[in-house]
């Protein structure tokens, strides 16, 4: 079982109260306890003093002592005046992550069918995870070819693919030193692997206002990148088409990534970003 399948088995079994076997070998009892100290906030229980966390974790009161005082040293509790503990906003920070995510993946489903009913290409919604393309929901096409390069749950490296290089060139300022210090690896033939042609395609697709992949990732395999933008014009996300390179020559490039940029931009006010920005003029026709 690999690492993000057993994290997602561990999450359900919690979900379901219980919690999945461990090797003993691999569980750091200090972290353990810790977070089980924070599983007795409540929205019932939003504050909890020493003796209130002891009764409820079964922990003894020097035991929990020691915990909440790290918790507190790392941010994510702290001590009101009368000694009980509350939740910083550090946890809602992190929950956002989640709940964006699963936000974002419920409001793009309907955009991603749209676009295949259209053009019968693969559709993808993709976002950026420990610096690289993470693939959070996938809708095949009607074609006779599977994309293997991206599947939900999988990654590819920013500097290639559609959705990757939208997602880069949107936010270039934050993620491109990453990219760098990380390297670009060859793909193909075609994979860029120079930081000035880098700089100068990313440039480029910020005028334009999408990624066209030209089987830098897979030979023989084309992809239109489009970011959903917040109001700072950053990405956020990214919805991608990829079929066959012969599907995507122009005028039916164009078109696609047109119509890519338009469910983008309904996306983005369904999850009520800030106003999305204007779009390059190139294709705003």
Request: aromatic fraction near 4%; proline fraction near 5%; glycine fraction near 8%.
């Amino acid at each position: 079982m690999g690492e993000r399948q057993a994290l997602e088995t561990a999450a359900m079994d919690h979900s379901e109260g219980t919690r999945a076997p461990a090797d003993d070998r691999q569980v750091v009892t200090s972290v353990l306890r810790a977070l089980q100290l924070l599983e007795c906030f409540s929205h019932e229980q939003p504050e909890l003093s020493l003796a209130e966390f002891s009764r409820l974790s079964g922990l003894s009161k020097t035991t929990v002592h020691r915990l909440l005082a790290t918790l507190e040293h790392a941010g994510w509790i702290e001590r009101l005046p009368g000694g009980e503990y509350r939740l910083t906003l550090k946890a809602f920070e992190i929950g956002t992550v989640v709940t964006d995510a699963i936000d974002l993946r419920a409001e793009a489903a309907p955009a991603l069918a749209e676009l295949v009913a259209e053009f019968g290409e693969t559709a993808f919604l993709s976002i950026v995870d420990g610096g690289r393309c993470v693939c959070l929901e996938r809708l095949d096409g009607n074609q006779p070819i599977k994309i293997l390069a991206l599947d939900v749950g999988k990654s590819l490296p920013l500097s290639v693919g559609g959705a990757p290089m939208a997602l880069l060139a949107f936010n270039e300022e934050t993620l491109l030193p990453k990219v760098l210090a990380s390297g670009l690896p060859r793909l193909t033939e075609r994979s860029v692997t120079s930081e000035a042609e880098l700089r100068e395609r990313l440039a480029e697709i910020r005028r334009q206002g999408y990624a066209m992949s030209e089987e830098d990732v897979t030979e023989g395999i084309c992809a239109i990148g489009v970011p959903i933008l917040d109001g700072e014009g950053k990405a956020v996300a990214a919805i991608s088409l990829a079929g066959l390179a012969e599907r995507f020559k122009s005028p039916r490039r164009e078109r696609m990534a047109q119509r890519a940029i338009e469910v983008c931009d309904r996306v983005s006010q369904r999850i009520k970003y800030m106003e999305t920005p204007e779009r390059p003029e190139a294709l705003n026709r």
